[in-house]
């Protein structure tokens, strides 16, 4: 069995920062790429970034030049930091990975899901 487990998550006033965390653990063969998405009440789950094990990332508009996503692949773990927030960073933070366990076959997990929440 394969758990991610988010942590970091909070409330915030707008312009602060915050780092949330995720840590891959169980029976790892390999883990593909690793991100973060965001769902907001009454929306639908948006991707916020990916980062792929060689380093390559990819953000939403949304949060290019205040979020940076980074991976420490030793303690498959991914971080996202998130600088100058505003009300509508307001969101659950998932953290997805794909991973494959015992064979070479990849699926895709999910953590439960960390709030953050940023005041105006």
């Known amino acids: 069995q394969v758990q991610l487990v988010e942590s970091g998550g909070g409330l915030v006033q707008a312009g602060g920062s915050l780092r949330i965390s995720c840590a891959a653990s169980?029976?790892?063969?390999?883990?593909?790429?690793m991100g973060w998405y965001r769902q907001a009440p009454g929306v639908q789950r948006e991707l916020v970034a990916t980062?792929?094990?060689?380093?390559?990332?990819n953000y939403a508009d949304s949060v290019k030049g205040r979020f940076t996503i980074s991976r420490d692949n030793a303690k498959n773990t991914v971080y996202l930091q998130m600088n100058n927030l505003t009300p509508e960073d307001t969101a659950i933070y998932y953290c997805?990975?794909?991973?494959?366990?015992?064979?070479?076959?990849?699926?895709?997990?999910w953590g439960q899901g960390t709030q953050v929440t940023v005041s105006s």
């Open positions: 169980g029976i790892i063969l390999s883990i593909d790429a």
């Open positions: 980062a792929s094990t060689g380093g390559s990332t």
């Open positions: 997805n990975a794909r991973i494959a366990t015992t064979t070479w076959r990849f699926s895709d997990y």
